[in-house]
């Protein structure tokens, strides 16, 4: 009885939370020897629904999108910051490097840009990016319409929205612009709308996989 419960527990937290092993270059030591300086990319964000709400505003999700970028990219930097690393590396300050970005017509266009190109226009040894997705299983009734069934009460309180947010974390070398190590974790079943609780959960796992990290 014992043994099934610790089962059915494990299968559970295993809807919630999942992360992959994470991927490290056979060569990581050698090819990151040298590494002092480390960027960290705003993130490529996509958010979609399981179930698109009726009157989807495909401007103000993009809008979000760009806004969860910053928002990843930021907590990625703090997380990265706080960690004792093995090696005397450094974090480009955000917004030199948002700045620098900008300036070499990349910030809105990313992934039309090697690794190595991004590192060579940033002046830093290896580049960290981010793939961050989020899904919304349900979405809020329509109350503009309600139901002649439906009560005020109901009307009033807030529908329970839950989702799942991936997030994929990067590590390319400058020179050879080759993957060094790469990070993979999911989330299920939160509230969507808890928007820096989310991000914050997620990007605390790879944070402490880092391959430089202690």
Known sequence: MKKLLLLAIATAFGTF???QKPYTNPNFKQLSSQHKLIAILPADVKITYKAQPRYFDYEANKDKEIELAYKVQSAL??????????SAIGFQDLEKTNLLLKRAGMIDSL????????????GVDAVVSENYELEHFNARPDRTNPGPTERPSALA???????SATLTVLLNDSTTGNLLWRFYTNDRDFDVFSTMDTIE??????????????
């Open 17 to 19: 939370c999942y992360a």
């Open 157 to 163: 309180a807030p529908a329970n929205v839950t989702g």
């Open 201 to 214: 959960r997620v990007a605390k796992k790879p944070v402490k996989n880092f391959p430089y990290a202690k």
């Open 111 to 122: 992934k039309s840009f090697s690794k190595d190109e991004i590192a060579k226009a940033l």
């Open 77 to 86: 930097y703090t997380f990265l910051l706080e960690r004792e690393m093995k």
